[in-house]
C-alpha cells in the first residue's frame, strides 16, 4: 500500500526531475485534486493509505505535469479575480496580470450599480467580462470570439457564476470590420500581442499548449491593435472607455495609436511587476 505522504514525495521527485517551477506547490494541488481532498490535507494526513485506483489517476496526472501541461488544463479551472473560471485547450488561461484591467475598470466607474454595458472583443474563458459583471450587479455584455470552442467555455463559466441572464457570447472577427454592435460604455480587450518572432523563447507550457490563436500577431505583435483600434468609435458610446491588455514595452505605442484615433485621458497602468499593462482611453 502507497500513503499520502509516499505518494506525494513521489510525485514531487516526478516534477523536480522534469524541471517544473515550483514542485512541491504543483503536487500538492495535483494530489488534491486527483484525491478530492482539501490541499491541506496532503500534508495533515499523511498517513492514510490510498486505494490502488487513487494512486493510478495521481500517477496519470503527474506524468501529464511532467509533460509540462499547465496545471489549469490539468485540473480544468483557474482561479481569476477570486472567481473559479474553467478552462480547455481552446482557452487562455487567465492570467494575474489580466486583472489589472478589472482594477482600471473599477477605478474609472466607481458606481457599482451602474447599468453599464460591457463589449469584450476576444472574451476566450470570458474571465474579463464576467468578473467585471460580478462586480457591477446592473451591467449588461457581450463577449465576442472566432474560436466556437471558446464561446463554449465562456457560456458554461457564464452559468457556473450565476450571470448567464446578463450576457451573451457570440462569434465575431474583428478582421471582418465593424460587427452590428455599438453603444457600449466599456470596452475591452486583450488581444494576441506575442510577436511571431518570439515563439521559441516561450515556455513550454505556453507554446505547446495554449492556442496560438490567442498568442500571436505580427512581427511586432502590434498587428491586433491596428486592427481594432478604427474600429472603437462605431463601437463605443460617445464619452465610453476602452481598457486594452498590452504586452511589456508595447504601452506607449498601443497609447499613440488611441491618440491618433482622436481618443483622449489615455492612461497607462502597471501590474504587480510595475510593467505598463493595462492601457485605457475615453472617446
Ligand atoms: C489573449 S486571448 C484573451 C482571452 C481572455 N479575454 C483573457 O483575457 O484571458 C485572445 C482571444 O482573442 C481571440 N481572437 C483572436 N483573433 C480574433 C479575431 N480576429 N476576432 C475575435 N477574436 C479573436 C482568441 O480566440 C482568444 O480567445
Redesign the pocket.
Known sequence: MTTTGEAFEESVQALSRAGVDDPRLDARLIAAFALNRAPEHIFGFPEVELEADEIRLLRTLVARRVAREPLALITGEKEFWSLRFVVTSA??I??PD?ETLIEAVIRTFPDKAAPVKIL??????G??LLSLLHEYENARGIG????EQ?LIVARTNAKRLELEGRVEFVY????DGACNFADFHIILC???YIPEGDRDSLQHEVRQYE?H???FAGPQGLS?YSTIVPLLPDLLKEGGWVFF?VGAGQAETVAEMLRGAGMYSISISPDLAGIGRCVSAKL
Not at 469584450?120 to 474563458?125: E, M, Q, V
Not at 465576442?144 to 474560436?147: L, Q, V
Open positions: 482557452t487562455l487567465p492570467r489580466s469584450d472583443l476576444g472574451t476566450g474563458s474571465c474579463l465576442t470570439d472566432i474560436s471558446a465575431a472577427n474583428w478582421n486583450n488581444p494576441p492556442p490563436g490567442a498568442l491586433e491588455e
